[in-house]
């Protein structure tokens, strides 16, 4: 794990650029063990209205697009962005958009269900409380938030369970932890959000 600033955009549409899948989304035993046991942790439940931060291509957008009547997914590369509308071009309650959450946001909206897998060690201390604001903005009341996380040694600002647990530090009393799970290689997390 490194100190320091939040990867920039620049980090990723540079990844995306060197190879299509520069993590194996596709490819990977653990990355399809992985998507299939985030989406069996939903417990078969529907959403209405989901946001997918940090989409990559796409490989998971899929898989969520079949629990989500609209599905609002987004990423900081175009790149990206342009593998994922191509994977999931069929899928007519998906839409992706470029943001870099959480400077930026959806707004005058709520979402159900906000799914981060893999996202939040990539951000510094104050990205990660500005994350958990925006994110009890975000999550309507009963709406599930979803966390899925690398347990393993990292280059990034923080660790998969220090990221974790500073944005459950940080959110407090305003969700209940439905589910929390430790595989060998990753973490995952489930906590819903409080009706009052």
């Not at 291509?57 to 342009?82: I, M, P, Y």
């Not at 966390?147 to 990221?163: K, R």
Request: glycine share 8%.
């Amino acid at each position: 794990m490194r100190a320091g600033k939040s990867l920039p955009p620049e980090y990723f549409e540079r990844m995306f650029a060197g190879t299509p899948d520069p993590w194996g989304f596709e490819t990977s035993r653990y990355e399809r063990a992985k998507y299939e046991h985030s989406i069996a942790a939903l417990g078969g439940r529907h959403y209405r209205r989901g946001f997918e931060i940090g989409c990559a291509n796409g490989v998971l957008t899929g898989q969520l697009a079949r629990h989500c009547d609209n599905l609002l997914a987004v990423d900081v590369s175009e790149t990206a962005l342009k593998s994922a509308r191509a994977r999931c071009s069929a899928l007519h309650q998906v839409r992706f958009a470029r943001m870099n959450f959480p400077g930026q946001t959806p707004t005058d909206v709520s979402f159900d269900l906000i799914v981060l897998s893999e996202v939040a060690y990539y951000w510094d201390d104050a990205d990660l409380r500005h994350a958990a604001r925006r994110l009890l903005g975000l999550l309507a009341a009963g709406g599930d938030l979803l966390l899925v996380h690398w347990i393993g040694e990292t280059d990034y600002p923080q660790s998969g369970s220090s990221a974790v647990e500073a944005l459950q530090g940080a959110m407090a009393s305003s969700v209940e932890t439905v589910l929390h799970e430790r595989h060998p290689a990753y973490r995952l997390d489930l906590w819903r959000r409080s009706l009052v």
